[in-house]
């Protein structure tokens, strides 16, 4: 049976379980930690292709030099039909789309550029990667920011050498003014479109009025029985104040002269004469047979009514198409350039300390969890 070991036996065996946790603690930072920061360093410092990134921002205005508060664009955006903010979203959209991809690989050679030979492996892109790799890459490689504040877009594109950078940012920039201008006129000769049509469809009108109503005037005796039936009216009325004025003469007549006088025979006539006048002008209003002027007032008065409806149509729709066209006019968008895509003087990607830190605190967090698990595995195993 053995007996406890001497006290100096003991200190021996506990500095040698030290010594041995020690060195395997060093083994797994030199492992687990040292050696992935080394090949980051010397992957980042010697190998890694360096990248060089342009910067450009603009904004969208509008012709009447106003873009509105910022806020109340953004916060009315996304109202069904209102473009105060929604220009600038849609641009973000477009320069994010994979419309925009296909434009920069067949215009400028996008993705033939990240494939060149002269890039690292690392970051190079495969030469039978699909298109959802392909965009993978355009994503990391062209990023927009929008402020919300100024509603002012940031472009970000990042290439292996400054030219290209610089010429795939303006290449984004003219395809997005292009989209902007392209949009600003479509919605510009809608609205004037539709005010054209409304003119047209009012000219249409009034010119059928014009035609009915000089087709009624050429089939009548009358070209406008209104106007006669009031000139009617205006005789008709004189000749009753003449008759009157006549009715009260023989009266006065009669009772001073004898009955048969010539005086008296001849204001009779007179009055006579007066009596068919202005039954003859009552004829002429009310006519035999449908053929007077009554029945062609009743006839020609909606004409003259449409007539007029057609004009003050005509003339409303003609004030709405200048109406339309200054209001497009104003509301014209386009793309403002603030700053132009730089052309940087040197790279900027990848960060040296920035990915070396990170691989650092990422291989010491996985070391930590790796160790816990390990731990874990054989607190099981010894129950």
Sequence with gaps: ??????????????????????????????LGVGLPTIIASVYVGLVATPQYESVSSF??????????????ELLFASI??????????????????????????????????????????????????????????????????????????????????????TRFAAAILAASERMVN????????????????????????????????????????????????????????????????????????RSTTAPGSAEIVQQQQRVRALERQLEAQRGRLAGEEGRGLSEAIARFEPLVVEKEFAERAYGSALASLEMARVEAHRQHRYLVTIAPPSSPDAPTHPRFWRAVLTVLVLSFFLLGIGTLLLASVREHAQV
């Design 1 to 30: 049976m053995t007996g406890p070991l001497p006290p100096d036996r003991r200190a021996a065996t506990a500095r040698d379980l030290r010594r041995l946790r020690v060195r395997r603690l060093v083994r797994r930072l030199l």
């Design 59 to 72: 904004t969208i205005q509008s012709a009447d030099g106003g873009a509105g508060a910022p806020s109340l």
């Design 80 to 165: 069904p039909g209102n473009s105060a903010g929604r220009d600038v979203l849609l641009v973000q959209d477009y320069i994010r789309s994979r419309e925009m991809l296909r434009y920069l690989s067949a215009e400028h050679g996008f993705i033939d550029h990240y494939r060149d030979a002269g890039v690292d492996f690392f970051s190079r892109l495969a030469s039978d990667a699909d298109l959802e790799d392909q965009y993978e890459l355009f994503a990391d490689k062209v990023k927009i920011e929008h402020d919300t504040q100024s509603s002012t877009l940031t472009l970000r594109v990042k290439a292996y050498d400054a030219e290209s950078a």
């Design 182 to 253: 392209t949009l600003s006129q479509r919605a510009r000769d809608d609205r004037i479109e539709l005010s054209q049509a409304e003119l047209d469809r009012a000219e249409a009108r009034l010119s059928q009025a014009r035609q009915t109503l000089l087709a009624a005037q050429h089939a009548g005796e009358e070209i406008n029985p209104m106007a006669s039936a009031a000139a009617i009216l205006e005789l008709r009325g004189q000749i009753e104040a003449e008759l009157a004025r006549a009715r009260a003469e023989l009266s006065a007549v």
